[in-house]
């Protein structure tokens, strides 16, 4: 019953995140139908719409939706102060070597080396 939940979900979460992909696949799918129907310029066969103009609405519309959904994922805006130093004309000027004293790194372990490999008693 869980995994069946979780999928039935995954699947919804799925849905939505293809939401533009499921139009283009549906109007591939039944293009005759929606240009019977749907298509606006069905009087201007020179045109070659063959339903585009409903196909256009229909993401235009999801579109819309999805910016005006709260928590979209749209253009997010961060305004932050960031202080920026201030130099004087002195300290504009940086020598051309500066000699950094980095600490003696001490080991934090020993070893002592075996010329020879263990090899573990055989049982028997």
Same mark, same amino acid.
């Given at each position: 019953?869980?995994?069946?939940?979780?999928?039935?979900?995954?699947?919804?979460?799925?849905?939505?995140?293809?939401?533009?992909?499921?139009?283009?696949?549906?109007?591939?799918?039944?293009?005759?139908?929606?240009?019977?129907?749907?298509?606006?310029?069905?009087?201007?066969?020179?045109?070659?719409?063959?339903?585009?103009?409903?196909?256009?609405?229909?993401?235009?519309?999801?579109?819309?939706?999805?910016?005006?959904?709260?928590?979209?994922?749209?253009?997010?805006?961060?305004? *932050? #102060? /960031? @202080? !920026?130093?201030?130099?004087? %004309?002195?300290? *504009? #000027? /940086? @020598? !051309?070597?500066?000699?950094? %004293?980095?600490?003696?790194?001490?080991?934090?372990?020993?070893?002592?080396?075996?010329?020879?490999?263990?090899?573990?008693?055989?049982?028997?």
């Amino acid at each position: 019953m869980h995994k069946l939940l979780a999928i039935f979900l995954t699947g919804l979460i799925l849905l939505q995140s293809f939401s533009r992909e499921v139009l283009v696949l549906d109007y591939a799918l039944h293009k005759e139908r929606i240009t019977q129907l749907f298509c606006v310029n069905k009087d201007k066969p020179q045109m070659r719409c063959h339903g585009q103009c409903h196909l256009r609405k229909q993401l235009a519309k999801t579109t819309d939706q999805e910016s005006k959904a709260p928590g979209s994922t749209g253009k997010v805006k961060y305004d *932050a #102060v /960031l @202080p !920026l130093p201030c130099f004087a %004309a002195e300290s *504009a #000027v /940086l @020598p !051309l070597a500066v000699r950094i %004293a980095w600490p003696r790194l001490v080991a934090a372990y020993s070893y002592t080396w075996s010329g020879s490999i263990f090899h573990p008693p055989l049982l028997g």
